[in-house]
T-cell receptor, first 114, second 117 residues
Framework: GDSVTQMEGPVTLSEEAFLTINCTYTATGYPSLFWYVQYPGEGLQLLLKATKADDKGSNKGFEATYRKETTSFHLEKGSVQVSDSAVYFCALSAGTGANSKLTFGKGITLSVRP | GAVVSQHPSRVICKSGTSVKIECRSL??????MFWYRQFPKKSLMLMAT?????????EQGVEKDKFLINHASLTLSTLTVTSAHPEDSSFYICSAQVDSRSGNTIYFGEGSWLTVV
């Protein structure tokens, strides 16, 4: 079945450091790929997505490129801020309509210190 | 923007009792709602998919008689954990799907922490 593997956490960085969070997936067909973020006390929010190979999703300074050859969707940000501290989930969706359920990775906690 | 509200955010119940968690879409109608649970250091696992007015579709390994899902309206779905046991303690989160011509959009609730003592 479909699966998503994220790097082990937690991750602690200093402000303005470069961030990479690895994500690889296994799926049949051509899934859509997502990064969700959960800030403390809030629900998951869609951060960015990519729906086909070589697409780059971007939002709030974060980027991730859909790499079909390596089945990866690594999240990057050039300069993190304290406000980026949150839990980040990589996910995929291999269906549409009522079948567009998401398969999530374990999530990784990012802490950014001033 | 679209908001999905879950209630309660935290609940503690005694073993053997039942507890209900509500998931509401506040400013839109959701054709489909999903329920997930997450164990510590594990992925969010899909439990079931529910469509308004019909029975929920449960994922393999999820006991439908234990985790009762009712999707009474296009804005409300409830998850009832019946005869709860300590191993049911977990983080439960719902999501609501909006279908449009440009595709599906999914919004998540804040999640509910259940502790069974």
């Amino acid at each position: 079945g479909d699966s998503v593997t994220q790097m082990e956490g937690p991750v602690t960085l200093s402000e303005e450091a470069f961030l990479t969070i690895n994500c690889t997936y296994t799926a049949t067909g051509y899934p859509s790929l997502f990064w969700y973020v959960q800030y403390p006390g809030e629900g998951l929010q869609l951060l960015l997505k990519a729906t086909k190979a070589d697409d780059k999703g971007s939002n709030k300074g974060f980027e991730a490129t859909y790499r079909k050859e390596t089945t990866s969707f690594h999240l990057e940000k050039g300069s993190v801020q304290v406000s980026d501290s949150a839990v980040y989930f990589c996910a995929l969706s291999a269906g549409t309509g009522a079948n567009s359920k998401l398969t999530f990775g374990k999530g990784i906690t990012l802490s950014v210190r001033p | 923007g679209a908001v999905v509200s879950q209630h309660p955010s935290r609940v503690i119940c005694k073993s053997g009792t039942s507890v209900k968690i509500e998931c509401r879409s506040l400013d839109f109608q959701a054709t489909t709602m999903f329920w997930y649970r997450q164990f510590p250091k594990k992925s969010l696992m899909l439990m079931a998919t529910s469509n308004e007015g019909s029975k929920a579709t449960y994922e393999q390994g999820v006991e439908k008689d234990k985790f009762l899902i009712n999707h009474a309206s296009l804005t409300l779905s409830t998850l009832t954990v019946t005869s709860a046991h300590p191993e049911d303690s977990s983080f439960y989160i719902c999501s609501a799907q909006v279908d449009s011509r440009s595709g599906n959009t999914i919004y998540f609730g804040e999640g509910s922490w259940l502790t069974v003592v």
